[in-house]
């Protein structure tokens, strides 16, 4: 039986829910009622529910506080039914980033929303312990522990995506030392956003900008560990997610089959099924993107890099209705991702007074930060942070002649913190600082004669 616990402080309540629906139907016992939510988190930790069904609002402790604390002591389990009224509707999205499946509004439960909400969560039980105990893992280097080795492979798959693996010699040696299985016949790699429905800005009933960042980040963190545990427990892959990407994920696809169109016959049921039950489960919207297969490990680059641009094809609004694209061979793609350099340099010059980073201006065309810098030096002729500064530099000397300012106002007004550090970026590219860049200038001014009228002698 699936033991399960009730929190809320008012009784009529807790009698209502219990006599609501057969619960031995669905296979679950109700192990008690707690009154507030201190009494709450220490039932929990004494009785160990598999759900709880909680008000948001109680004495002592909130249920939004219990399942944060469960959060952080026992991780995905247990899940949790949030019981709340209309005015608190704010309060349920900021508890769907943790362990919350399900809502109800107290006035409007009955027995078919309580049955849906059970059966929901009962449902992402079953597939998480089903995760738990088909979980395959591969040989670890001595004690090395499970979250250093995930470091490590996405270091290595980083490293392949982007060419830094130079010879079949060195990618057998660090796949060995990573106890990975990448010996399959084709290879093709997934690119993935996860979009997490919130702001960073929003302030909600006393809760600040900063804990809903750090819930985002919770909520992305979540679907992330139950996406990996999904695929890499039906199929041969292994998820990848570096760090400074956040909301980007790739999916290396290991093929036994030597055919390269099977991909999509083999792999399309699974991964819809997969985009489906994470945004039921966490309310986060999936874009996927399949690039080229590839016989050769070496050559992933070619299929990271297609799967990014049919990622990118893909609008945010079309995704609800095809959120998983496949690659398809096409003339234009290389004048797609000539054209996309070019916006993303007009976008530059049209914004030289705010402090562009690589990452931020990734974001406004979405795409990866390590894509668009690829991009960028293939087709920009130099790298994303050099033609930020050229094009910065090359603004402050047409101002420095114009003279639409002194130095420390031209610094100001091209986004950088200090004249100093101005200065020096500016000597770096020019060879000589602002101020004798103008001295100079001046003096080429004074020893050119100025020209004659025609006619004269």
Known sequence: MTKLLIADDEPLVCVGLRSMIRWEEYGIEIVGTARNGQQAMDMIDALHPEIVITDIKMPRKSGLDVAEE??????????????????????????????????????????????????????????????????????????????????????????????RIKSTEEFRQRRDQLGMRLNTPVMTVVAATIAVPT????????????????????????????????????????????????GYCTILFCLENSDPSSFRKQYEAGLLKTIGILHDYFNVSIRMAAGKPVNDPLNLHESYVSACDALTETSCASARENPLRFFEKSL??????????????????????????????????????????????????????????????????????????VIYEIADKLGYEDAFYFSKVFKKVEGISPREFLHRYKVAQVQTPPPQEEGMP
């Open 332 to 405: 234009q793609r290389q004048n797609y991702q000539s054209h996309l350099v070019s916006k993303v340099e007009k976008y530059i010059r049209e914004n030289l007074d705010k402090r562009l980073s690589l990452s931020e201006v990734a974001a406004k065309f979405n795409v990866s930060p390590n894509y668009l810098s690829q991009l960028f030096t293939r087709y920009g002729g130099m790298n994303f942070l050099e033609y930020v500064t050229a094009a910065k530099i090359s603004e402050a000397k047409t101002m420095l002649l114009k003279g639409e300012g």
């Open 70 to 163: 469960c959060s952080r002591k026992y991780g995905h389990i247990p899940l949790f039914i949030i019981l709340t009224s209309y005015e608190e509707f704010d309060f349920v999205r900021r508890a769907l980033m943790f362990q919350a499946v399900d809502y109800m509004v107290k006035l409007e439960v009955s027995p078919e929303s309580l049955g849906a909400a059970v059966s929901k969560a009962l449902s992402m039980l079953r597939e998480l312990h089903r995760m738990e105990d088909t979980k395959h893992t591969a040989p670890l280097p001595g004690t090395m522990g499970i979250e250093h080795t995930q470091r490590l492979q996405d270091a290595f798959f980083h490293d392949l995506y982007h060419q």
């Open 199 to 246: 702001q960073k800005d929003e302030v909600v009933d006393g809760t600040t900008g900063s804990d809903v960042a750090i819930g985002s980040l919770s909520l992305y963190q979540s679907a992330l560990w139950m996406l990996r545990e999904m695929l890499e427990s039906l199929y041969p892959c292994y998820v990848t997610a570096p760090s400074s990407e956040h």
